[in-house]
């Protein structure tokens, strides 16, 4: 009976609007003719409701599967991945529903649908993409109740009402069963979603690298701290440390060590502090970071890391990385310590790996860095200094369109010949100088500066703060940090870089419709800080609600004593009583009765107790001189009620209805 | 055997607690309600992405999943609501030979909410879907098999409105008051009229000479007892009238009927009565339990199609409840 229902036209375009809908969050994932397919699908449908098209033959049917099968086999290397099902799920929504007739297959598009949402969920889940899925859901249930539903007649918006009614119904369920029931651990290792093209920071920096970065305002992560906040010339976020230069590229270095011969424990710590490394001393800044997803371990520390925080490595170069690639966003709070300015001793390994140069090339360079470093008196904080000075007084230019420097030579075309660089020129540039002189030096990536919310205590960093800056090495005092950059252009690191590019180039050129773009415009200014205000909540709260989170939550609610019982009776008692309320107000809701309809429904009650019901489809009338046959006594007020009563039904006014309760009151 | 015994105390248990009546309200007692296939699929597809939520450790994903489950709860209470309170009135049912389809007559009254998609009908018969805000009409036809006293047995109201996940079902029996004549067998001729060797057939012999006089035609008399002459003459039509007018009439009665069993013999005899009714033929029915007297007429029809219909009524078993 329900294969043989049809499905009605407000049903058909429900679910056609539901796969275009579905379709949109996942469309990066999924390869281009799925998406494709997806709107033939769609205009085909559309075509037939309008009477123009015809049901493809099952040829062409079995031909279109062919096809998505054959662009999910050659789109995904390997094979079984999430991005996959998801092309697989969005391909079975399109072919399904351009061949669907009876009930049963629209049921069968509508629990895709349902699938799609729930894989789209697991790409992202910022508030924009969760208000924009529950919308979706919306959509679902209107082309479910649509199904449903006899007439085919009744207008589309009522369904969607009837969605939304049902949606704000569920609502207080959900939200008891997603504080109180359980987390399940994971079952098995899934695939994670893939998320090597993400735009981010890499290990590997050719200049240029960094100024692609510039050009995106994705959110990179936001340190929310619980005391002071650094000033933003002292906000240089670590991420990476690029200690190995091949003459065009800075990269780190991680698994040539154990080639050298040399225990990966003199690398990598998994203590809390390594001792002998270097002397730690109290953070001024206790902050918790929750980074985005960048695929890659690196975890980002204000300065350089003392210790290691929750699944971390420590790493000697001072940065911290995840156990694993970080696939989903993450929550880590750096409360401990960092690296005393002055620190211990450097071994000859790790001297004679920050002065490593190519052998070639740059020689203009070279003697350059080794006249100032005989100039300074061999010192290398003066070096350094003389340095900063070069750039300042020369005529170099911070710029995020470098000209392109060759290979061999690369420094120094950008030192004396383009001298127009973003930071990574300038960065590399020192740290080449500073090694030629054998100075230990490297070049720190991550991001300087980061947009401050006085009202939730947090920096937000986004991508086009990536930054890259230098450290150098200096017996008695450890490694220190100069930043090139700030010599040449010092608005980049006091106010971002917007204010350092000025007005002679587009800043986020890409993203034309950034908010970010328009922070002076007032009003959007502050849609855009309350929004993103209400997503870090979101995100904080929601999202990050997870196996641990919750348990802490409800120990600190429920209390330590038994706390599973309490969480089962709690979970149980709240189910039954969210169920309770649902069901009185749905089924013993009273309904709105007029005066008169009052006033009838008490005389009807009278005339109950005195035994007389009336019969299914008995007029007023008739009823009233049924009872004056049977009881006399009551008879003439009875009948005067009644017809004052018709009266009043015609012309409902006071007069009647005051007259009909003086009646009532007479019998 | 189980299942049979099964069956019958199901239809025992089904008959105290929604007793036969002419209206019926369904609330808590009449109505059932369990999940339809879709339903469990649904489930299932929630267990999916709850198992998908813990492997990616994905908050929304769970939420989804616990949203759908919620869906899943509420979507009881609502079909359960479709038809909580629906007052089901049988009005009238007209009588029918059986093997016709007799058009019962209901009115559903939805008392104040407005239902979707509620389908009505028996088992094997003809079913319809309502959407109405007030009261309804509905006239559905149903196959009547069996002559007696009409036994419909149990009819099926149901909806999966909203969403399909469950099935909310009641089983109501309205006590009928249409009577199911037997279904007419019209294969054998009529007996003639001067009876077959029956002592009554034979002293009607001279019966057509006892003339007795005139009255003024009605449109039921027999058209061979019409004055023709008189008409001829005066131009009044005339009914002779005689004495006994058993001359002519036809009598029926079981014994006479061919066939093998009671109920062939019955529609013989009912095929019989339409036949003399539509010729125009008096005839008298005679059955071992009752005598009705030679006449003809709508009335007398009925009278004996009635008399055929209950002819040994409710020593056998009548029509089985259908209940599945």
């Known amino acids: 009976m329900l294969a043989s229902a049809l499905v009605s036209r407000a049903s058909t375009l429900w679910l056609i609007a539901a796969l275009l809908l579905v379709l949109l969050p996942v469309w990066k994932q999924v390869p281009a003719i799925i998406i494709l397919l997806g709107c033939f699908s769609a205009g085909w449908r559309i075509a037939i409701l309008l009477g123009r098209g015809h049901w493809l033959p099952l040829w062409l049917r079995f031909g279109l599967i062919l096809i998505a099968l054959g662009s999910v ?23 399904k529903l351009l061949e669907m007739r009876s009930q049963r297959d629209a049921l069968v598009v509508v629990y895709i649908g349902y699938f799609l949402v729930a894989t789209a969920v697991l790409f992202s889940q910022t508030l924009l993409q969760a208000g924009y899925l529950m919308f979706c859901l919306l959509i679902l249930i209107a082309a479910q109740q649509g199904l449903f539903r006899s007439s085919g007649s009744t207008p589309v918006t009522s369904s969607f009402k009837f969605a939304g009614a049902l949606a704000l119904q569920a609502v207080p369920l959900t939200i008891l069963l997603f504080v109180l029931v359980p987390r399940m651990g994971p079952l098995w290792s899934v695939p994670l979603p893939d998320s090597s093209a993400r735009t981010g920071l890499t290990d590997a920096m050719t200049p240029g690298d960094i100024a692609r970065l510039s050009r995106s305002d994705e959110l990179v992560f936001r340190a929310r701290f619980s005391g002071d906040v650094p000033l933003a010339n002292q906000r240089y976020w670590r991420a990476v440390v690029l200690d190995q230069f091949d003459g065009k590229t800075w990269k780190q270095s991680d698994q040539s060590f154990s080639e050298a011969g040399l225990p990966r424990t003199n690398w990598i710590s998994q203590q809390p502090e390594k001792s002998g490394w270097w002397v730690n001393r109290e953070s001024r800044y206790q902050y918790e970071v929750m980074m985005e997803p960048t695929g890659r371990p690196w975890l980002y520390t204000l300065g350089a890391a003392g210790a290691v925080t929750e699944n971390s490595f420590f790493f000697r170069t001072m940065r911290l990385e995840a156990d694993q690639p970080v696939d989903s966003r993450l929550l880590y709070s750096m409360d401990g310590v960092v690296p005393q300015p002055r620190s211990i001793s450097m071994p000859d390994w790790l001297t004679e790996l920050n002065t490593q140069i190519p052998d070639v090339g740059n020689d203009r360079s070279r003697q350059y860095a080794l006249k100032v470093f005989n100039q300074s008196g061999q010192d290398p904080v003066k070096m350094a200094g003389q340095l900063l000075s070069f750039f300042r007084q020369n005529n170099f230019y911070y710029t995020l369109s470098p000209p392109l420097y060759d290979d061999i030579s690369s420094v120094d075309q950008f030192l004396f010949e383009g001298q127009k660089g973003f930071c990574a020129h300038y960065a590399g540039a020192f740290v080449y ?13 991550g991001y300087q500066g980061g947009e401050f919310k006085e009202d939730g205590n947090l920096i937000q960093v986004r991508q086009f703060d990536a930054h890259a800056w230098a450290e150098i090495w200096v017996a008695g005092q450890g490694w220190l940090r100069f930043d090139p950059t700030a010599a040449v252009s010092p608005q980049r690191v006091e106010s971002g870089l917007e204010a350092a590019i000025g007005g002679s180039e587009t800043f986020l050129p890409d993203s034309p419709l950034s908010l970010y773009r328009y922070r002076e415009l007032g009003i959007l200014n502050k849609v855009r800080l309350a929004f993103e205000k209400a997503e870090y909540q979101w995100q904080r709260s929601v999202v990050n609600f997870k196996k641990d989170e919750q348990e802490t939550f409800l120990r600190d609610l429920l209390g330590d004593k038994d706390f599973y019982w309490r969480q089962a009776v709690v979970l149980t008692f709240g189910v039954s009583l969210t169920l309770l309320i649902l069901s009185l107000t749905l089924l013993y809701r009273r309904q709105r009765l007029s005066p008169l309809q009052k006033i009838y429904s008490r005389f009807l009650k009278k005339m109950a107790r005195r035994g007389f019901v009336p019969e299914v489809g008995e007029a007023e009338l008739s009823f009233a001189r049924r009872i004056s046959k049977w009881d006399d006594s009551i008879a003439e007020p009875v009948m005067a009620f009644c017809q004052t009563y018709i009266k009043a039904a015609y012309k409902e006014s006071d007069i009647e209805i005051a007259e009909l309760k003086r009646l009532l009151a007479g019998f | 055997m189980l299942k049979l015994e099964i069956k019958r105390r199901y239809l025992k248990w089904l008959d105290r607690r929604i007793p036969p009546a002419s209206h019926i309200t369904l609330d808590q007692k ?32 769970f939420g989804l999943s616990f949203f759908m489950i919620s869906l899943f709860m509420l979507s009881i209470l609502h079909t359960w609501r479709n038809l909580a309170g629906i007052t089901l009135v049988s009005k009238s049912a007209e009588s029918r030979h059986a093997g016709e389809l007799i058009p019962i007559k209901l009115l559903l009254q939805s008392s104040g909410r407005s239902r979707h998609a509620v389908k009505l009908g028996w088992p094997d018969n003809e079913q319809v879907a309502y959407s109405f805000i007030k009261n309804q009409d509905s006239t559905l036809l149903v196959q009547a098999n069996v002559r007696g006293w009409f036994q419909p047995g149990r009819m099926r109201v149901e909806s999966v409105y909203p969403l399909g996940f469950c099935r909310a079902w009641s089983w109501v029996q309205f006590d009928s008051q249409a009577l199911i ?10 007996p003639s009229s001067r009876g077959a060797g029956d002592e009554t057939g034979v002293q009607t012999q001279s019966g057509q000479d006892d003339f007795a006089g005139f009255r003024r035609y009605k449109t039921s008399d027999l058209s061979g007892h019409v004055d023709w002459k008189g008409y001829a003459r005066t131009n009044e039509l005339n009914t002779k009238l005689f004495e006994e007018p058993i001359g002519s009439q036809i009598k029926l009665s079981l014994q006479l009927a061919p066939g093998g069993g009671l109920e062939e013999k019955l529609s013989v005899l009912t095929g019989w009565c339409l036949q003399c009714e539509s010729t125009n033929k008096p005839y008298c029915l005679s059955l071992p339990d009752k005598e009705v007297a030679a006449n003809i007429g709508r009335q007398h029809l009925k009278e004996c199609l009635e008399a055929l219909a209950l002819f040994s009524y409710g020593k056998k078993e009548s029509g089985g409840t259908h209940v599945s």
């Open chain 1, 73 to 95: 086999g050659l789109s995904f290397k390997p094979l079984i991945s999430l991005e996959s099902s998801v092309s697989i799920l969005a391909a079975g929504y399109a072919l």
């Open chain 1, 433 to 445: 100088l500073m090694r030629s002189a054998g100075v230990p030096a490297r070049v720190i990536g």
């Open chain 2, 30 to 61: 009449q109505i059932f309600i369990l999940p339809t296939k879709g339903g469990y699929i649904w489930l299932a597809v929630v267990a999916l992405i709850f198992i998908l939520a813990a492997n990616y450790a994905n908050s929304l994903a």
């Open chain 2, 181 to 190: 004549y037997p279904k007419p067998d019209f294969s054998h001729p009529l």
